[in-house]
């Protein structure tokens, strides 16, 4: 072998090297994680949206109009989480 075609060769399984002990670089995400993240991502999204709805009821004196608003928000923001989280895992 050439003795560029080595040192190309040697400088390559350097980098391959180097970019496998990556601390970056994580393991792909399992099934099961990614259904419980899905869950949690939903379950954060009615709760925050529960939470602002209530907090508005309390101060407009609104009470169920706000609450039932964001719950709908909340939940659309959990769908919408979800799906992203499932475009990044394909």
């Not at 099934?31 to 925050?48: F, N, Y």
């Not at 009821?57 to 964001?70: A, G, M, Q, Y």
């Not at 939940?75 to 990044?88: D, P, W």
Request: no cysteine.
């Amino acid at each position: 072998m050439p003795e560029d075609l080595q040192k190309l060769q040697e400088k390559i399984n350097r980098l391959q090297q180097k970019t496998v002990k990556s601390p970056l670089s994580r393991p792909a995400e399992s099934s099961a994680e990614m259904g419980i993240r899905a869950g949690a991502d939903m379950l954060a999204g009615v709760i925050v949206g529960g939470a602002i709805g209530f907090a508005a009821d309390k101060f407009f004196k609104t009470h169920p109009l706000f609450l039932i608003v964001f719950l709908f928000f909340g939940g659309a923001a959990g769908i919408l989480n979800v799906y992203r989280a499932a475009q990044k895992h394909k």
